[in-house]
């Protein structure tokens, strides 16, 4: 595969426990902001909660995580067919966030950065940072 897996909690151990399985709770969508953006998980939870709390979706929510990413100047890509997340075609000096069936990821230059190594699953869309 082109690109590597690395684990990466997002800076959630700072925070909470992560030392079970049971520990990791469905927080995808704040772990890979907080890599992709490189803000503290903490205050990225808080964001996530602030926006969906004003637009009336849920913190995970797309609306609410496009809100957060478009904030912080993302682009938002038509998705290139064919490829899963270990060899989709991505330039090594960019930072993508990927949304793939059920869950949301960074891809930070051509690295997977997750908890699980997720790079068999197809994206939906992807966001990039210029």
């Given at each position: 595969m082109k690109n590597d897996y690395i684990y990466d909690?997002?800076?959630?151990?700072?925070?909470?426990q992560m030392?079970?399985?049971k520990d990791r709770?469905?927080?995808?969508?704040?772990?890979?902001?907080?890599?992709a953006t490189g803000e503290d998980y903490q205050d990225v939870r808080k964001e996530l909660w602030d926006t969906s709390f004003e637009n009336g979706d849920m913190p995970n929510?797309?609306?609410?995580?496009?809100?957060?990413?478009?904030?912080?100047?993302?682009?938002?890509e038509?998705?290139?067919?064919?490829?899963?997340?270990g060899?989709?075609?991505?330039?090594?000096?960019?930072?993508?966030?990927?949304?793939l069936a059920g869950h949301i990821v960074c891809l930070?230059?051509?690295?997977?950065?997750?908890?699980?190594?997720c790079r068999t699953k197809y994206p939906y869309c992807t966001w990039r940072k210029p």
């Open positions: 909690d997002g800076g959630r151990n700072k925070h909470f030392k079970f399985k709770v469905g927080d995808c969508v704040v772990r890979a902001l907080a890599i929510g797309q609306k609410t995580y496009e809100e957060f990413l478009q904030k912080r100047g993302f682009v938002k038509k998705k290139i067919k064919g490829f899963n997340l060899n989709y075609p991505v330039s090594n000096k960019d930072i993508y966030v990927v949304s930070d230059q051509g690295l997977v950065r997750d908890l699980w190594d």
